[in-house]
Structures are given as structure tokens and as C-alpha cells.
């Protein structure tokens, strides 16, 4: 049997508007074993919501912005959904371009994207879901962050599914909260950070277009998904990755540490 990678990926703080299939039918969802969780989770957003003073310090919105933020909450179960990767937008998942992947590769990609979730925990792309509105950083449930209520399930899941695999965490630091890497046994594990040189030689973190990045490097790991979920090859495969934007691996700077293994991209800035 051919190994695929497991890639974390984080949600969108933007979400697409309607949908053209029924209500959320949270029992049809990926990963059953957070069902109970699901359904505290969203009665705390709703009732949330519900209360203005509340809403406020939850959502971090103001204005138009805050009232349509509760207005979708308010009505998360009733509301029409439509597949996670179709819900979520963003500069991202504008990088990966899913519909622009053939037919093997969306089957590939869905089988081995996880999305984390602050409402849900964690989906799968093609998991039907309604427009909401909660980070994974936001004090929901008995004044904790929603990333400390789903961290023991989430690790637990993510231990069962990436035992022996090669997990790729594209995962920023506020999702990387919602689980434990220490209680996985995973063949190998890859972060990545993208670094700017500056004519100087000094190196400065790309932060604004990181996400694009990433999303370039997930369209990668895709269409080569027997080498990148290989633990014996998955190192050379990337070594051989150059972004559009002329980031390229830098063996000098990839470090290793806390069972992980950074990959550093570097882009070298001319004057």
C-alpha cells in the first residue's frame, strides 16, 4: 500500500457566503469520537453570540463585521453548508487551487488534509459545514481557549491517523495549541518557515505571504504525495521544491528539534 502524507492545515478567518446543500448534520462530520464536543461547542457559540457584551470580547469585531459575525453564529444549525474547502477562502487555500487538482489528486488531498476547527475540532474538505465565526485562541467553554478544550481529543485523533505516517504541520502557532506532537508516533514530522535574505546577509521571517507559501508548498506535497509521505524520501523530494517566488530549501538552516524537523525556506533578496 502506497503511503500518503498528513498535512495539518489551519481554517480561514475568511469564509464564503451560502451554500447549496441542507443544515449541518454534525453526525455526518469526520471523526466521530468529537461529537459530544461538537455539540458543546456550538451551544456555547450560539448562546455566545446571543449576548452582545459577550459577542464582543468572543468574535474581536466591531460594527457590520460583528453583527453579521453573530447573525451567522446565532443560526449556525440551520443555515445551508457546503464543503469545507469550498468554505474556506483565504490566500492559502487560493495557493492550493483544489479545483484546479485532477481527479487523483483531490482524492489524495482529501485523504490527507486535516483542517483544524475551533467550532468543530477538526474536518476533513469534503466534511459539509455552515459559515461561522470563532478562532481557535477564543475563551468558549468554561473561560478556556478553544484550542485547550480540543487538545487531549484532537491528539488522541491525530495519533491514530498519523501513527507511522509523515505529518507535514503547516499549522500556526494558535492552532498548534490544539494538539500534542509528544503523544504521536509519527515516521517523521515537518514544519516549515520562510526567510527572506537581505543583500546585508541578515534574514528576516516572511510573515504576510507565508500562507501563500504554504499554500504553493501543499499543491507540491499533493502531486508528489508517494515521496512526501515516505520518511526516506520525503527530505529529498522537498530539497528539489522551489516556489514561484524563488524561496528554496536551505539545508544549512533546517533544524531539528522537539521531534520535528523545520524546514527553512529562503528567498535571496538582490538589490
Not at 98 to 120: Q, R, T
Not at 172 to 191: I, K, M, N, Q, Y
Not at 218 to 226: D, K, M, T
Amino acid at each position: 500500500m502506497v503511503s500518503i502524507p498528513l498535512i495539518l492545515l489551519p481554517p480561514s478567518e475568511g469564509k464564503s457566503s451560502g451554500g447549496e446543500a441542507r443544515a449541518l448534520d454534525i453526525t455526518s462530520l469526520s471523526f466521530s469520537s468529537l461529537l459530544e464536543n461538537r455539540k458543546l461547542m456550538i451551544k456555547g457559540l450560539i448562546g455566545a453570540s446571543s449576548k452582545p457584551e459577550y459577542a464582543l470580547r468572543l468574535l474581536g469585531l466591531k460594527g457590520k463585521s460583528l453583527e453579521t459575525a453573530k447573525l451567522d453564529n446565532i443560526s449556525v444549525e440551520n443555515t445551508l453548508t457546503k464543503p469545507a474547502i469550498e468554505r474556506y477562502t483565504g490566500v492559502m487555500f487560493d495557493a492550493i487551487d483544489y479545483p484546479s487538482f485532477s481527479d487523483a489528486e483531490k482524492v489524495i488531498f482529501n485523504e490527507s488534509v486535516i483542517i483544524m476547527s475551533g467550532l468543530f475540532g477538526m474536518v476533513r474538505p469534503m466534511d459539509m459545514i455552515p459559515i461561522y465565526k470563532l478562532k481557535m485562541g477564543a475563551k468558549l467553554h468554561e473561560g478556556k481557549a478553544c484550542s485547550s478544550v480540543w487538545k487531549p481529543l484532537l491528539t488522541e485523533i491525530i495519533a491514530l491517523e498519523g501513527r507511522h505516517c509523515v505529518i507535514w504541520d503547516l499549522l500556526p502557532v494558535e492552532h498548534s495549541a490544539a494538539w500534542d506532537p509528544l503523544g504521536v508516533t509519527a515516521a517523521a514530522r515537518f514544519t516549515v518557515k520562510f526567510l527572506q535574505r537581505r543583500p546585508d546577509g541578515n534574514l528576516k521571517t516572511v510573515s504576510h505571504w507565508s500562507k501563500t507559501l504554504k499554500g504553493a508548498l501543499v499543491r507540491f506535497l499533493v502531486s508528489n504525495a508517494e515521496k512526501s509521505g515516505s520518511a526516506e524520501t520525503a527530505m529529498t523530494l522537498v530539497s528539489g521544491f522551489v516556489h514561484p517566488e524563488g524561496y528554496k530549501l536551505s539545508e544549512e538552516l533546517t533544524d531539528e528539534s522537539d521531534l520535528a524537523t523545520q524546514l527553512v525556506f529562503v528567498k535571496e533578496l538582490v538589490v
